[in-house]
C-alpha cells in the first residue's frame, strides 16, 4: 500500500461531511419552521415530527462523528505510511473504510426516517383533500 492509497479517501469523506452537513441545515431549517408555524398544524401530527425530527438529529449526529472518525483514521494510516509502518497503516485504512460503511449505513437509515415523515405528510394532506 501506498501513501496515496489513503488520500483517495479525502475528497470523498469531505464531500460526505458536506452532504450531511447539508442534510442537517435542511432539518434545522424544518425544525424552526416547524416551531414557528405550531399552531396552524394538528397536534397529534406535530408529536410525530417532533419524535421522527429528535431521531434525525440524532443519526446525523452520529453520521457526523462517524465520517469525522472515518478521516482521523485515514490520517493516521497515511502517518503509519509515512513513518514506515506499513502493517499498521493497512489496519488503520482498514479500520477506517468500516467506519465510513457504519457511517453509510447509519445515512440510509436516515434516509429511510426521512421518506417515512414524507409519507405521513402526504397522508395527513390526502386526508384533509377528502
Not at 6 to 31: G, K
Not at 62 to 81: D, K, N, R
Amino acid at each position: 500500500m501506498e501513501l496515496t492509497t489513503p488520500a483517495l479517501l479525502f475528497p470523498a469523506i469531505s464531500l460526505l461531511l458536506l452532504a450531511y452537513t447539508n442534510r442537517f441545515l435542511v432539518l434545522a431549517q424544518l425544525i424552526r419552521q416547524l416551531h414557528s408555524s405550531e399552531r396552524d398544524y394538528c397536534q397529534t401530527l406535530v408529536q410525530r415530527q417532533i419524535v421522527n425530527l429528535r431521531q434525525r438529529i440524532a443519526l446525523i449526529r452520529l453520521m457526523q462523528a462517524l465520517g469525522v472518525l472515518s478521516f482521523i483514521v485515514c490520517t493516521l494510516s497515511m502517518f503509519s505510511l509515512f513513518i514506515q509502518q506499513q502493517r499498521l497503516a493497512e489496519l488503520l485504512f482498514g479500520a477506517s473504510l468500516l467506519v465510513l460503511v457504519g457511517s453509510l449505513l447509519t445515512s440510509l437509515y436516515e434516509i429511510a426516517i426521512s421518506t417515512r415523515a414524507i409519507e405521513a405528510e402526504l397522508a395527513d394532506i390526502g386526508a384533509k383533500g377528502r
